[in-house]
């Protein structure tokens, strides 16, 4: 059975998005938007996807989960010897996008990436459910493996390993935060005449608001 492609399509027609209706911080907008989107049950609101460049300058995107959203930036946490801990290395920037279909909405995020502190996350990594601290040990991430057993050996051989104690932060495993500089909020219209308000951090520190054609 074929799908025609070129006939999906869905009008947007629940909001509308001014510059007026912004906060003037765009993490806090953020921050308003997210809330809005858990209200409106939102199958994974921290769902984002994760783009980074590769050694080549090859763009590569994958979708992670956001664990925290503050003025020090939007922070994700991942084995850093993975192919996206490699691009990061290599270029320290990247892009963030969210998309909330039930309200018809999109966030975009760019900006440069930093570790954050190893005591955040160890902090992150102690609230982890145990089996997710032992996977985080047992997955040779974005490395090629024969098979599955690999894994499934690994897991018992570091179950054993840590039984009766707590399981450690590994060395190669920890958080990033997307300082932002350029944050775009969009909201679906009717006929593709959609919303952009884009907001640009100046030198000062100072964040300046816009509107941009669809």
Not at 7 to 13: A, G
Not at 27 to 35: A, P
Not at 45 to 60: F, I
Not at 77 to 83: K, M
């Amino acid at each position: 059975m074929s799908t025609n492609y070129a006939d999906l399509r869905k009008d947007y027609t629940q909001a509308s998005l001014d510059v007026s209706d912004t906060l003037p911080n765009p993490v806090e907008q953020f921050q308003k938007w997210f809330k809005e989107a858990q209200d409106a049950q939102v199958l994974e609101p921290n769902a984002m996807t994760l783009s980074t460049v590769s050694a080549e300058g090859r763009p590569v995107a994958r979708i992670v989960l956001v664990k925290d959203v503050d003025e020090q930036g939007f922070t994700f946490f991942t084995n850093y010897e993975s192919r996206k801990g490699k691009d990061l290395e290599k270029h320290p920037y990247a892009a963030l996008t969210f998309y909330w279909p039930e309200l018809e909405r999109q966030v975009r995020i760019e900006g440069a990436v930093e570790k954050v502190d190893k005591a955040v996350s160890e902090q992150y990594f102690s609230s982890r459910p145990r089996g997710s601290q032992i996977g985080a040990w047992a997955s040779p991430q974005s490395q090629e493996i024969p098979n599955r057993g690999i894994l499934e050996t690994r897991q018992r051989d570091f179950v054993e390993r840590f039984d009766g104690g707590d399981v450690p932060l590994p060395g190669h495993w920890g958080g990033y935060a997307v300082k932002p500089d350029h944050i775009e909020f969009w909201q679906g219209r009717a006929s593709r005449l959609h919303d952009r308000i884009v907001y640009q951090k100046q030198a000062s520190g100072s964040w300046e608001r816009k509107r941009l054609a669809p």
